[in-house]
């Protein structure tokens, strides 16, 4: 996938989670329809500028192959915590936050700044290439 091929994916309105998320439904045994689906409610960080879509995807993923499903299993809730904390400080050194506005400099949830994300090309530079490093993180992860 190149950023052309995300940008595109904005453009047919699927968001950063659903692209990062339906990137690796394979490896994590669903369909990508079933990624799009659960992480559908994550973009433009939660629609409110907070933790950015292309971290939450990536959180689900980490989590649907690291997470706990047992009671009381502390060794593989270690794990998961080990692997989310090597994502976020790899993430962290690419970007300045995990907060979608931080990211973008601007609050996608207002409309007025969500137009200066539109006009600034924000949308379709900047955030392919923010899921496009997830995913490259990811890579090295799962």
Known sequence: MNKENVADKFKAGI???QVVLGYCAEQLGITREEAW???????GGMGIGETCG??????????MRYGQVREN?????????????????EFLERY????????LKHDISDPEER?????AGLLFDLCPEVVLDAMDILDGIL
């Not at 060794?75 to 400080?89: I, P, T």
């Not at 995990?98 to 990211?103: G, K, N, S, T």
């Not at 137009?115 to 006009?119: D, F, S, Y």
């Open 54 to 63: 292309a971290v939450a995807g990536a959180m689900i993923a980490i989590g």
């Open 37 to 43: 689906r659960i992480a559908s409610a994550f973009g």
């Open 15 to 17: 968001d950063c989670s």
């Open 73 to 89: 299993d502390p060794e593989q809730k270690a794990v998961m915590k080990q692997k989310r904390q090597e994502f976020l400080e």
């Open 115 to 119: 137009q200066k994300i539109m006009e």
């Open 96 to 103: 300045p936050s995990c907060r979608c506005r931080e990211i």
